[in-house]
């Protein structure tokens, strides 16, 4: 195990010094907290043209802290669902000038947990998040319309190509990443109730709601077998989303990419659906940015057709994420902002485990549960 960044770039170095993907220059990349990146820049131009690369290491730990161990199965079982997706459709169709892809596998070195991506096709590009808290509000409503209702119809695509007939050895292999899914529902959704100790005022009455909700998703995930579960991105937010860093317009063509595929396994739709709705309410709820929620919406126009039942459910798993998740985020808000977050998410689980449609319509959140 490499104990240092610099330890870790001599052994990426030599990893691929033989291959078609050695790099003259590595540039540690900031953002992660799951893996060692780099921008590497290739010593030969590869027969496409290709002369940057993205390369992704995996630790047995967080690259964010060592102290949190993980295992490096994650990276095979990204190596796979990539490959994969190079036969998917929906990859690089343009839809409302912007055109969705994930990076292409290059290359996969087992013996070090070492991956190599293509590069987004823009040499400056950044994340969703970053993208909306740079931009803010030179965002149009027009612009946040066509960049959510373009990810919604994405993600809609590749949840109907994953669960197809045709794409059962893929739902196979995926069915192995059993510790990425424990990982998911642990620090997600069983991760519910322990809340209650940080927010016991906020929180406690509501336990017996939060167990029901724990008990009811677990076995609903874990007990139903083979029908229940489907194939997700499984990690699907707005800082898993690659754009050009540069102020779109509708009539602007961009490219996006949707990276990080490692906790890709078979659970539920809802959870992409759900993580990338609250991480965008946060965006306006936290920073009063009216792209955020704008994005939101016209992401699940996007998306199409969600069945009552899962409509409730990802009401609820919007409000487990704002617990879990919005109480957490360094320099997001002031405490009574982090404690009315909390206080929203809670009111989210109640509300969607109780189906109370006269609260949605009253709070605002008629937009999820109507059709």
Not at 35 to 53: A, F, K, Q, R, S
Not at 77 to 92: C, D, G, N, R, V
Not at 100 to 121: A, C, E, M, R
Request: some cysteine; hydrophobic content about 35%; aromatic content about 10%.
């Amino acid at each position: 195990m490499a104990e240092s960044q610099g330890a870790v770039t001599k052994l990426v170095q030599k990893s691929l010094e033989a291959t078609p993907y050695a790099c003259k220059s590595l540039i540690p990349l900031s953002g992660g907290t799951s893996n060692y990146l780099y921008h590497g820049t290739l010593m030969e131009t590869l027969p496409d043209g290709t002369t940057v690369v993205i390369i992704k290491h995996t630790e047995p730990h967080l690259f964010s802290n060592k102290d949190f161990k993980l295992t490096t199965t994650r990276t095979f079982y990204e190596s796979q669902i990539l490959k994969y997706l190079a036969a998917f459709p929906a990859q690089s169709v343009s839809h409302n000038n912007i055109t969705i892809s994930t990076p292409k596998l290059l290359h996969y070195d087992p013996g070090t947990n070492t991956q190599v991506h293509t590069h987004h096709p823009s040499s400056t590009c950044t994340d969703l998040k970053s993208y909306v808290l740079k931009y803010h509000t030179a965002i149009t409503p027009s612009t946040a319309s066509v960049i959510g209702h373009s990810l919604g119809n994405w993600l809609k695509k590749f949840h109907c190509w994953a669960n197809s007939p045709a794409q059962n050895e893929v739902r196979e292999v995926m069915e192995g990443n059993h510790a990425m899914r424990t990982l998911k529902l642990a620090i997600n959704y069983t991760n519910l109730v322990t809340m209650i100790d940080s927010f016991p005022k906020i929180l406690g009455g509501s336990r017996d709601v939060f167990e029901s909700v724990e008990k009811e998703m677990l076995a609903w995930i874990n007990g139903g077998g083979e029908g229940n579960r489907e194939l997700i991105h499984g990690d699907f937010w707005c800082g898993n989303v690659l754009l050009p860093d540069a102020l779109l317009s509708p009539s602007t063509p961009a490219a996006i990419f949707i990276t990080d595929h490692e906790l890709s396994h078979l659970s539920t739709p809802i959870f992409d659906l759900a993580q990338m709705c609250a991480e965008l309410y946060m965006l306006t709820y936290f920073k009063s940015i009216p792209a955020g929620k704008e994005i939101l919406t016209a992401f699940l126009e996007g998306y199409g057709l969600i069945e009552e039942n899962k409509r409730w459910r990802i009401l609820m798993y919007i409000g487990c994420h704002l617990i879990c998740w919005g109480s957490r985020t360094a320099g997001w808000g002031t405490l009574e902002q982090v404690e009315a977050c909390v206080e929203l998410g809670r009111d989210l689980v109640v509300n969607g485990w109780e189906r109370n449609r006269e609260w949605c319509m009253r709070e605002g959140w008629a937009f999820l549960i109507e059709d």
